[in-house]
């Protein structure tokens, strides 16, 4: 168990609907990232905040937004969904920025799988 | 941006036996981190051994150790004394040090253990 926590675990539901995934980072960690995983593949980083505020962007769809709020949970928002954003949907934290430092390490929460119907 | 390479799209092992996995990645920078991480069936991502480029001691974590070669852009895994809980899909990472720790992911090895 990492400390980091996503819910659901499982998300189903329709093109065109929009979703939220939660994520609780490991506690005293204040940088949150998301990453998306479509089938057979690796993980693509899409956003990551830290202590609130966006600190850097991947590959992340406009129809995507995401939130870190002041008790530094995050959230993913997906809306106009489509069939390809059927994804397993990771969320990592660490403790900082630090460059060179244990406290930078990344640690994954179990995901959320998506499927788009 | 970086890429990171992985050609074995599937590999299997006999269980107790040694088997290496590979990867390839690009990259400008000098300074920067490499990690393998474990996925198994659960998909939950686990970290199985990190190194750090600017050490050219590799690293070792029990039964996995590293064969890191800068020059070539080569980071390879290898895992001896196999065992049946090592089936997994196996993915290599690229952090950068200095761009908010972004991370690139290969597209992973899937090991199969044979017992």
């Known amino acids: 168990d990492s400390g980091v926590t996503q819910t659901p675990k499982h998300l189903i539901t329709a093109t065109g609907q929009r979703v939220t995934l939660r994520c609780s980072p490991r506690?005293?960690?204040?940088?949150v990232y998301w990453y998306q995983q479509s089938l057979d593949q690796g993980l693509q980083f899409l956003i990551q905040?830290?202590?609130?505020?966006?600190?850097a962007k991947g590959n992340i769809l406009e129809r995507f937004s995401a939130q870190q709020f002041p008790d530094l949970h995050s959230e993913l928002n997906l809306s106009s969904l489509e069939l390809g954003d059927s994804a397993l949907y990771f969320c990592?934290?660490?403790?900082?920025?630090?460059?060179?430092?244990?406290?930078?390490?990344?640690?994954f929460g179990p995901g959320t799988r998506l499927t788009v119907l | 941006a970086q890429t990171v390479t992985q050609s074995q799209p599937e590999m299997s092992v006999q269980e107790a036996e040694t088997v290496t996995l590979s990867c390839t990645y690009d990259?400008?920078?000098?300074?920067?981190?490499l990690f393998w991480y474990k996925q198994p069936p659960s998909r939950q991502m686990i970290l199985v051994i990190r190194?750090?480029?600017?050490?050219?001691q590799n690293a070792t974590e029990n039964r996995f150790s590293v064969n890191f070669q800068k020059a070539a852009k080569s980071f390879s895994l290898k895992i001896s004394d196999s065992q049946l809980g090592d089936a997994a899909m196996y993915f290599c990472?690229?952090?950068?040090?200095?761009?908010?720790?972004?991370?690139?992911f290969g597209s992973g090895t899937k090991l199969n253990v044979k017992p």
């Open positions: 990592a934290s660490s403790r900082g920025l630090a460059a060179r430092s244990s406290y930078n390490e990344q640690f």
């Open positions: 506690s005293g960690d204040l940088s």
């Open positions: 905040y830290y202590n609130g505020e966006e600190r």
């Open positions: 990259t400008s920078e000098s300074d920067y981190y």
């Open positions: 190194q750090e480029a600017y050490k050219q």
């Open positions: 990472a690229y952090r950068e040090i200095y761009n908010f720790n972004k991370f690139y």
